[in-house]
């Protein structure tokens, strides 16, 4: 196995982030703080007028649905069109048709989209419902909100947990090392997130037992950091019965028992509807996904979407959003609206800021190093896209 852990979780790494030609604030690994990116300067719609006839969306399937979108459509007469994607890159490469107006991003594609210039800043004043109810964790984050301006409303949050079948790993993990280390006793039976952004996994198990390494927020690396984060997933691919990014598969493969340990999100495990099946969220800390309605720099229909967006981010509906994909909800108030609510949230730690500070959320990674370091450059999202076809090789 690897040093022992030397490292706490993503809530110790604080630090004030420096970078070329602005000041900085303090701020946590979460927090958007003094960060500084150069991005296209695109105007906001800073006032609501007449409401067109439509919205177009792109979105996960299961947060645009027809339980909550035809009172919608019935209050403002915007007819509500999706389009349902699969993956991220697919999302940012459908907002670049110029066909939608709003996605439902992850922080994996939302620093592409503003450094593209593909979506625009958001006038908060017309988003009431963006308020006091939405959790701190969630508000002015590293992949949504860049040089003071927002660009994203959050509509739910996960962490990418560490799932294990309990009659077989007995005895419950405290660490990573049974997902990445050679001599794992549960070689060949360890399942992995199949996408280049799962690099960052590696760089959080790393940042931990390799502190020599100096990562410090693992969607910041340098090339002899990614290299690290290469070989430790080259190690761990000899020991992984698959990959998955469908999540079907990955519930098959629990379920069928190819797998025993590995990468999942909790509403993963509960499908799995086998208590056998647990979580637990390492000492190392965890990646983790945040997702947030973005609007298209030349949108068709901006009043219709600022409308969607509010109402989108009401506790109702916004709960009716995360109860149906299985995440934590933005809106707070949601979890006080009835015991169903409340047990969702609890199930999702929806409220638990403590548990969520140990989580990394999907950043875009970029040459400007978010980490605050300015004597280097760190490598991007293709880099890191290129590394990750190694990975399988």
């Not at 069928?256 to 909790?266: I, Q, R």
Request: proline share 4%; charged share 20%.
């Amino acid at each position: 196995m690897r040093k022992k852990l030397l490292m706490g979780a993503a809530a110790t790494a604080a630090f004030a982030l420096v970078l070329t030609g602005c000041a900085a604030g303090d701020t946590d690994s979460g927090s958007a703080g003094g960060l500084q990116i150069d991005v296209p300067d695109v105007p906001a719609h800073e006032k609501m007028g007449d409401f067109e006839s439509e919205v177009n969306i792109v979105a996960w399937s299961g947060f645009v649905e027809d339980a909550w979108t035809e009172a919608f459509e019935k209050d403002t007469g915007c007819v509500v069109n999706r389009r349902v994607a699969g993956t991220s890159d697919e999302m940012v490469q459908l907002m670049r048709t110029g066909d939608y107006d709003l996605v439902s991003a992850s922080g994996d594609a939302s620093l592409r989209l503003i450094a593209g210039g593909d979506v625009q800043p958001l006038t908060l004043d017309l988003i009431p419902n963006f308020g006091d109810d939405i959790v701190e964790g969630m508000k002015g984050q590293l992949y949504d909100t860049i040089n003071g301006k927002s660009y994203g409303i959050p509509i739910g949050r996960g962490a990418n947990i560490l799932q294990y079948n309990s009659e077989v790993v007995t005895e419950e993990p405290t660490s990573w090392d049974i997902a990445w280390e050679a001599d794992s006793p549960y070689a060949g039976k360890i399942i992995a997130y199949d996408a280049p952004i799962y690099i960052a996994d590696a760089a959080v198990y790393l940042m931990a037992h390799e502190p020599d390494l100096g990562i410090t927020n693992p969607y910041a690396l340098d090339e002899k950091q990614l290299a690290a984060a290469v070989d430790l997933l080259k190690q761990q691919n000899d020991i992984v019965s698959e990959y998955w990014s469908d999540p079907a598969a990955q519930i098959t493969s629990f379920a069928g028992g190819t797998t025993v340990a590995g990468t999942s999100w909790e509403v993963l495990r509960k499908l799995t509807e086998n208590e056998k099946f647990k979580s637990v969220l390492p000492e190392e800390g965890s990646t983790g996904w945040s997702d947030a309605w973005m609007l298209a720099t030349d949108s068709k229909n901006p009043n219709c979407a600022y409308a969607w967006m509010d109402y989108a981010s009401s506790p109702k509906v916004n709960g009716a959003i995360a109860m149906n994909f299985g995440m934590a909800p933005a809106n707070a108030a949601f979890c006080d609206m009835s015991d169903e609510a409340k047990a969702h949230c609890d199930y999702y730690n929806a409220t638990n800021e403590d548990y969520f500070k140990k989580v990394w959320f999907w950043t875009t990674p970029i040459e400007q190093c978010i980490d605050g370091r300015t004597d280097v450059k760190c490598t991007n999202f293709q880099q890191w896209t290129d590394a990750w076809v190694t990975v399988k090789n």
